[in-house]
Protein backbone atom coordinates (compact mmCIF):
# COMPACT_ATOMS: atom_id res chain seq x y z
CA UNK A 1 0.00 0.00 0.00
CA UNK A 2 0.96 4.01 -0.17
CA UNK A 3 0.84 5.91 2.53
CA UNK A 4 0.30 9.27 2.03
CA UNK A 5 1.03 11.99 4.86
CA UNK A 6 0.05 15.98 4.41
CA UNK A 7 1.55 18.77 5.98
CA UNK A 8 1.53 22.72 5.97
CA UNK A 9 -2.06 23.55 7.08
CA UNK A 10 -2.71 26.17 9.43
CA UNK A 11 -4.31 29.08 11.03
CA UNK A 12 -4.07 32.46 8.53
CA UNK A 13 -5.81 35.33 7.96
CA UNK A 14 -7.89 36.14 4.41
CA UNK A 15 -5.25 37.34 1.60
CA UNK A 16 -2.25 35.07 2.87
CA UNK A 17 -0.82 31.85 1.49
CA UNK A 18 -0.07 28.29 2.33
CA UNK A 19 1.92 25.69 1.17
CA UNK A 20 0.12 21.95 1.78
CA UNK A 21 2.82 19.20 1.21
CA UNK A 22 1.72 15.53 0.50
CA UNK A 23 4.71 12.81 1.08
CA UNK A 24 4.17 9.49 0.08
CA UNK A 25 5.77 6.27 1.44
CA UNK A 26 5.34 2.38 1.01
CA UNK A 27 4.84 0.97 -2.44
CA UNK A 28 6.42 3.22 -5.22
CA UNK A 29 3.22 5.39 -6.22
CA UNK A 30 2.56 4.45 -10.13
CA UNK A 31 2.33 7.02 -12.47
CA UNK A 32 -1.30 8.16 -12.26
CA UNK A 33 -3.18 10.86 -11.11
CA UNK A 34 -2.86 12.24 -7.70
CA UNK A 35 -5.20 14.79 -5.93
CA UNK A 36 -6.16 17.56 -3.20
CA UNK A 37 -9.46 17.76 -1.60
CA UNK A 38 -11.14 19.18 1.29
CA UNK A 39 -13.88 18.80 3.74
CA UNK A 40 -15.74 21.15 5.67
CA UNK A 41 -17.16 19.73 9.29
CA UNK A 42 -20.53 18.00 7.99
CA UNK A 43 -19.74 18.12 4.04
CA UNK A 44 -18.75 16.31 1.10
CA UNK A 45 -15.29 15.80 0.18
CA UNK A 46 -14.74 18.28 -2.29
CA UNK A 47 -12.06 17.87 -5.21
CA UNK A 48 -9.53 20.95 -5.50
CA UNK A 49 -6.66 20.33 -8.06
CA UNK A 50 -5.30 17.15 -9.54
CA UNK A 51 -2.66 16.55 -11.96
CA UNK A 52 -2.14 13.52 -13.99
CA UNK A 53 1.28 11.61 -15.53
CA UNK A 54 0.79 13.72 -18.53
CA UNK A 55 0.79 16.84 -15.82
CA UNK A 56 -2.37 17.88 -17.65
CA UNK A 57 -3.82 19.65 -14.40
CA UNK A 58 -7.78 20.17 -13.42
CA UNK A 59 -8.81 22.93 -10.82
CA UNK A 60 -12.36 23.69 -9.52
CA UNK A 61 -13.48 26.81 -10.19
CA UNK A 62 -13.85 28.33 -6.93
CA UNK A 63 -9.67 28.14 -6.68
CA UNK A 64 -9.06 28.95 -10.08
CA UNK A 65 -5.82 31.74 -10.08
CA UNK A 66 -5.58 31.08 -6.60
CA UNK A 67 -4.40 27.10 -5.93
CA UNK A 68 -1.77 25.47 -8.39
CA UNK A 69 -0.66 22.28 -8.15
CA UNK A 70 2.78 21.01 -7.97
CA UNK A 71 4.38 19.23 -10.92
CA UNK A 72 6.01 16.60 -8.20
CA UNK A 73 4.31 13.48 -7.22
CA UNK A 74 6.56 13.29 -4.54
CA UNK A 75 5.91 15.13 -2.66
CA UNK A 76 2.85 16.35 -4.12
CA UNK A 77 2.51 20.43 -3.21
CA UNK A 78 -0.67 22.79 -3.48
CA UNK A 79 0.74 26.37 -3.14
CA UNK A 80 -2.74 28.40 -1.96
CA UNK A 81 -2.65 31.73 -2.37
CA UNK A 82 -4.84 34.92 -1.76
CA UNK A 83 -6.72 32.17 0.56
CA UNK A 84 -10.76 32.97 1.86
CA UNK A 85 -12.66 32.15 4.67
CA UNK A 86 -14.86 29.84 2.58
CA UNK A 87 -11.06 28.09 1.67
CA UNK A 88 -11.36 26.34 5.55
CA UNK A 89 -11.40 22.97 5.23
CA UNK A 90 -9.62 19.67 6.17
CA UNK A 91 -7.49 19.35 3.07
CA UNK A 92 -6.71 16.01 2.12
CA UNK A 93 -4.07 14.05 -0.62
CA UNK A 94 -5.04 11.42 -2.63
CA UNK A 95 -3.26 9.17 -5.26
CA UNK A 96 -4.74 6.45 -7.82
CA UNK A 97 -2.80 3.37 -8.11
CA UNK A 98 -4.29 2.85 -12.08
CA UNK A 99 -5.46 4.98 -15.33
CA UNK A 100 -9.12 5.82 -14.91
CA UNK A 101 -11.60 7.94 -16.78
CA UNK A 102 -13.33 9.07 -13.89
CA UNK A 103 -13.16 12.77 -13.35
CA UNK A 104 -10.16 14.22 -11.85
CA UNK A 105 -11.93 15.70 -8.97
CA UNK A 106 -14.34 13.15 -8.26
CA UNK A 107 -13.27 10.98 -4.77
CA UNK A 108 -13.88 7.55 -6.94
CA UNK A 109 -10.97 7.93 -9.10
CA UNK A 110 -8.54 7.86 -6.02
CA UNK A 111 -7.67 4.98 -4.26
CA UNK A 112 -5.15 6.28 -1.46
CA UNK A 113 -5.77 9.27 1.04
CA UNK A 114 -4.07 10.43 3.53
CA UNK A 115 -5.11 11.75 6.87
CA UNK A 116 -5.89 15.62 6.12
CA UNK A 117 -3.98 18.71 6.97
CA UNK A 118 -6.61 21.61 8.43
CA UNK A 119 -6.78 24.80 6.52
CA UNK A 120 -8.33 27.69 8.34
CA UNK A 121 -8.69 31.13 7.08
CA UNK A 122 -10.35 34.05 9.31
Known amino acids: DVQLVESGGGSVQAGASLRLSCKAS????????MGWFRRVPGGQREGVAA?????TTTYADSVKGRFTIGNAKNPLTLQMNDLKPEDTAMYYC???????????????????WGQGTQVTVS
Open 94 to 112: AAAKTASSLPYLGEKRYDY
Open 26 to 33: GNTIENHA
Open 51 to 55: IDSDR
